[in-house]
């Protein structure tokens, strides 16, 4: 290979999501997550960071936004392949965390606060997401309306999100 033929690989976009229940109630953050920059209510979760594994990323995220200490997960929720203009084959995996201590105390700048919501108030805000690719597959989990581990592949190309397969 030749060095004008050699290009070095784009990073790869890696995010976790933690979905945290108490009885029925689920865990949400706040923050700036609206087209126009709208503070709104999400499931907890950030990017995989070079040399974590994905458990371990879970884990740094969950303390960060809410201060809780998290057990590893117990399953996979759902996996999200985006392709998207500025992140290219971004991956987003869902985890379900049975075993959480500690207190809400979020650390991270750009969460105005955690707090549990009973499941129908849950639904009802992560309904507000402006962004299929953040709402559809979390409410599709959350309400038994698609199976654990089910994958989506959306191809989002400016305002337009699209959901080209789901198995």
């Known amino acids: 290979m ?5 290009k070095a690989p784009e ?32 499931l907890p ?12 990323a879970l884990q740094r995220e969950l303390r960060e936004e809410t201060g809780l200490l998290a057990g590893n997960p117990i399953r996979t929720a759902f996996l999200m392949h985006i392709d998207s203009e500025q992140h290219p084959s971004a991956l987003a995996v869902a985890f379900e965390i049975d075993e959480w ?48 581990g089910t994958t989506w592949l959306y191809r989002n190309r400016g305002m337009e999100e699209t959901l080209v397969a789901r198995w």
Do not use: C, H
Not at 2 to 6: F, I
Not at 32 to 39: A, P, R, T, Y
Not at 113 to 140: I, Y
């Open 2 to 6: 030749t060095a004008e033929n050699s």
């Open 11 to 42: 990073p790869r976009v890696q995010l976790v999501i933690g979905i945290i229940r108490r009885g029925d109630e689920i865990l949400l953050v706040q923050e700036s997550l609206g087209v126009n920059g709208e503070i709104l209510w999400s």
């Open 45 to 56: 979760g950030g990017g995989v960071e070079d040399g974590e594994l994905m458990n371990e």
């Open 101 to 148: 201590s500690g207190d809400l105390s979020p650390k991270d700048d750009d969460i105005r606060q955690a707090a549990f919501f009973p499941l129908p108030d849950a639904l009802k805000l992560l309904g507000e997401l402006d962004s299929a690719t953040q709402r559809d597959p979390v409410v599709g989990y959350l309400t038994g309306a698609v199976a654990p």
